[in-house]
């Protein structure tokens, strides 16, 4: 199985910068996801990543250190959108996903 | 194309009684998952299915029976709901057969589920 571990809140200012780290253990590795959810709502696929290293989507980019089993998600330019909740998901070698209990982030103006 | 739906949106049960909650996506995905999820405890997989006729156990199966009889549609069945079964109640879908960044699951609008 896997054991994940995210922060619960974080508040930051709009136009700031919000870095939410995961850690995992993890039984057999085969990705690393994160996901917003905003309250109500589904949650909606935002990175992926598999190899070490940054990936950079506009706004949010995601890293991964496999050795460290460490992952975070950086948002950049803070807008009152972000305001939700980040999920952090490892993905098995039979594709499951296991979920951090996610990142609840408020951005105030 | 609608994704992933779900069917109920919300429902009210009272303790002992049974109902279906409904998944179905038309994106002809191989895969299909239930999760719960509650506060402060994120999203736990109830059972899912690598392919029509086929299901397997997650993480919270108890209380729970899922068939999936067509390759669409996922059902999760409550026989004798109980208070602990209140949640929010996710069905997500991939196609599970290229195993690269677009193998993200896609989520449905979830089911929340009150029992009295």
């Known amino acids: 199985g896997q054991n994940i571990d995210q922060p619960t809140e974080m508040t930051a200012t709009e136009g700031a910068i919000v870095q939410i780290n995961c850690t995992y253990q993890?039984?057999?590795?085969?990705?690393l996801f994160w996901y917003q959810q905003h309250a109500g709502e589904a949650p909606t696929f935002l990175s992926y990543?598999?190899?070490?290293g940054l990936e950079e989507k506009g706004r949010f980019s995601s890293f991964l250190s496999r050795s460290k089993g460490y992952s975070y998600l950086l948002l950049k330019e803070l807008q009152m959108k972000d305001s939700a909740s980040y999920l952090c998901a490892v993905r098995d070698l039979q594709y499951k996903l296991s979920f951090g209990a996610g990142t609840t982030v408020t951005v105030r103006a | 194309n609608a994704g992933v739906t779900q069917t109920p949106k919300f429902r009210v049960l009272k303790t002992g009684q049974s109902m279906t909650l409904l998944c179905a996506q038309d994106m002809n995905h191989e895969y299909m998952y239930w999760y719960r999820q509650d506060p402060g405890m994120g999203l736990r997989l109830i059972h899912y299915s690598v392919g029509e006729g086929t299901t397997a156990k997650g993480e919270v199966p108890d209380g729970y029976n899922v068939s999936r009889l067509k390759k669409q549609n996922f059902l999760l069945g409550l026989e004798s709901a109980a208070p602990s079964q209140t949640s929010v109640y996710f069905c997500a879908s991939n196609s599970g057969t290229s195993g690269g960044a677009y193998e993200t699951q896609y989520f449905g609008p979830g089911t929340r589920l009150l029992v009295l």
């Open positions: 990543n598999v190899l070490d």
């Open positions: 993890t039984s057999g590795f085969n990705g």
